[in-house]
């Protein structure tokens, strides 16, 4: 086991070690450190100051300051007690009804005044609804009177194209006639007319709203040969559009038409009467 004595020596050994290697730096310091003498090359100059001595400058006296005023404070107000109202003079029955009667008439005046205003603006708009509708009937008269003359210009218009239409057919009837009385074989005739109505006939597609006893003027124009140039109903015809429309592209549809054999009663331009019952 150790004891304390065993533990101090360590430490003990090693004090004595530091001082001692710090003892030979002290004493190597000593050792080689000299006196060093500095000696400047040339004549030694001399240097007396002449005049008087700088004599300091004075003091300054210290500045008094004069004392702050003393402000005065202001006086508190004392609070000012508020009287109290005086209660108004108390009315008796006979005024108080002749204020609640007051009351009432103004009342009254007022809702008068509310009424007159909103009826006025019930009249002025009464009056410009009036107003409307009478410039509105005006507008409808006014077109019923262009629709009018209108139809009457159309209706003559019609009229007139149907007077063309008859003196037109009259003309090619009369044609005709001139033509048979120049020698024109009539019954080689009545077999081309009918040889064409056949054809046309056969080409019709005859829509569903056809009715019976249908009675139309068919028109044709045809070159040499037989080949269509234009078909055209013409009145009299009871047919409605679709009708018509359909009769019209018949011809084209059966073009060309008889002509061979045909050549003596030939007609560019030919019209015949067809019918439809059922």
């Not at 194209?161 to 020698?183: C, F, N, P, R, Y």
């Not at 078909?231 to 073009?255: F, H, I, Y």
């Amino acid at each position: 086991m150790y004891s304390d004595d065993d533990s101090l020596l360590p430490w003990v050994y090693s004090l004595l070690c530091h001082l001692g290697v710090a003892a030979l730096v002290f004493a190597g310091i000593w050792w080689s450190s000299k006196a060093v003498v500095v000696s400047i090359p040339g004549p030694i100059i001399e240097g007396v100051f002449i005049g008087k001595a700088a004599t300091p400058p004075p003091r300054k006296k210290a500045e008094v300051k004069p004392p702050k005023p003393v402000e005065a404070k202001p006086e508190t107000e004392k609070p000012k007690v508020e009287e109290p109202a005086p209660e108004p003079p108390k009315l008796d029955r006979k005024d108080q009804e002749k204020v609640t009667d007051k009351i009432t008439q103004q009342k009254a005046d007022d809702d008068a005044k509310v009424q007159e205003e909103l009826r006025k603006k019930q009249d002025q708009i009464e009056l410009a609804e009036k107003q409307a509708a009478e410039a509105e009937k005006k507008k409808k008269l006014e077109e019923e009177k262009a629709q009018q003359k209108r139809d009457r210009e159309a209706k003559a218009a019609a009229e007139k194209a149907k007077k063309e239409e008859a003196a037109h057919l009259l003309a090619m009837i009369a044609d005709e006639a001139k033509s048979g009385q120049e020698g024109t074989d009539t019954s080689l005739e009545a077999e081309y007319y009918a040889a064409i109505q056949r054809v046309v006939t056969d080409n019709w597609l005859r829509p569903e709203s056809t009715p019976a006893g249908l009675r139309c003027t068919l028109e044709i124009v045809q070159y040499v040969g037989g080949d269509v140039v234009s078909a055209v109903v013409v009145n009299p015809c009871n047919a409605d559009q679709p009708t018509r429309t359909s009769l019209e592209q018949a011809p084209m549809r059966a073009s060309p038409l008889p002509y061979t054999g045909y050549e003596s009663v030939f007609k560019r331009r030919l019209r015949f009467e067809f019918k439809y019952d059922g």
